[in-house]
């Protein structure tokens, strides 16, 4: 399988292929080599990336796929539909789902997410406006969430709920 070691202002992030399709990028903490991609694709989602932290992209346009249960897919495509710089609660994405008892595992379903920024799970938060439950650690979802909120200009993230 493919994959290459990404420097990032939120650390190294690994991206892994798998038969033409991006299949995972997750940050890490620990330090990598960081080596050039292998592939054209790997090549085509670190430019992404770069333009992504470089304030010139804002969706994503990278063949993905995750191995995880229709529900999961589910989950994981009402992400991509949260616009950039903005936040949804957990209430509010279970509300979108249909599934207002379902935060726990809609919650859950978001922490099983391996496509960091592509689909954005660092736009959901708490009801209270918490930055809770991000599996590359809180520091990196605030980063991403006021990274967002400087390209738009807004200074502060947006709540949507």
């Given at each position: ?53 470089g304030g010139k992209r804002k969706v994503f346009d990278l063949p993905v796929k995750q191995q995880g249960s229709a529900f999961q897919q ?45 689909v954005p799970c660092h736009r959901v938060i708490g009801s209270d406006g918490s930055l809770t439950g991000f599996g590359c650690g809180i ?23």
């Open positions: 399988m493919p994959v290459a070691y990404y420097k990032t202002p939120i650390g190294i992030v690994r991206i892994t292929e798998e038969d033409e399709l991006i299949t995972s990028i997750y940050a890490l903490d620990e330090d990598y080599e960081v080596l050039p991609p292998e592939t054209p694709l790997l090549q085509l989602a670190i430019k992404q990336l770069d333009e992504y932290f589910q989950v994981w495509e009402q992400l991509t539909k949260i616009d950039y710089g903005k936040t949804i609660s957990y209430l509010q994405q279970s509300k979108l789902l249909n599934n207002p008892l379902g935060i726990r595992a809609i919650a859950s379903a978001n922490g099983k997410n391996h496509l960091l920024i592509i520091w990196r979802k605030k980063w991403l969430l006021e990274h967002e909120a400087r390209v738009l200009g807004v200074g502060q993230i947006t709540l949507d709920f």
